[in-house]
């Protein structure tokens, strides 16, 4: 406690210039990120990235429900299966975006088939 303050005190009692402050701010920031985030092997990486995209994959199959009912009401338990078979993200994203403007639940049942 007493070092804490003893650091705090001299701290405002030096004065660095600009350029050295900058540094030393960077230095910081980076040391509390490399904290934050320990060393992963290129397998967790991988395994987390597998991870991120299969929730995306998760996500955006429920927002296509969540929409089609919203607009729709009950959806049919084939098309929620059909919906939860798809893997393909770029297409899941897309369909998202196909949910606002189909004008029936036929109608997006046909662009996923």
């Known amino acids: 406690m007493r070092i804490t ?3 705090k005190v001299i701290d405002k009692m030096m004065s660095l210039p600009l350029e050295l402050q900058q540094k030393i701010k960077t230095k910081l920031t980076q ?3 490399e904290r934050k985030m320990p060393f992963l092997s290129t397998l967790e990486e991988m395994a987390l990235e597998k991870g991120e995209e299969k929730g995306a994959k998760e996500t955006s199959r429920n927002h296509i429900i969540k929409i089609l ?3 729709f009401g009950t959806l049919p338990d084939e098309l ?3 919906i939860n078979k798809l893997d393909d993200l770029s297409l899941l994203e897309r369909l998202i975006l196909e949910t606002i403007t189909v004008n029936s639940v036929a109608e997006f049942n046909t662009l996923i088939n």
């Open 5 to 7: 303050i003893n650091f």
């Open 69 to 71: 009912e919203k607009r």
């Open 31 to 33: 040391y509390e990120e």
């Open 80 to 82: 929620i299966n059909a």
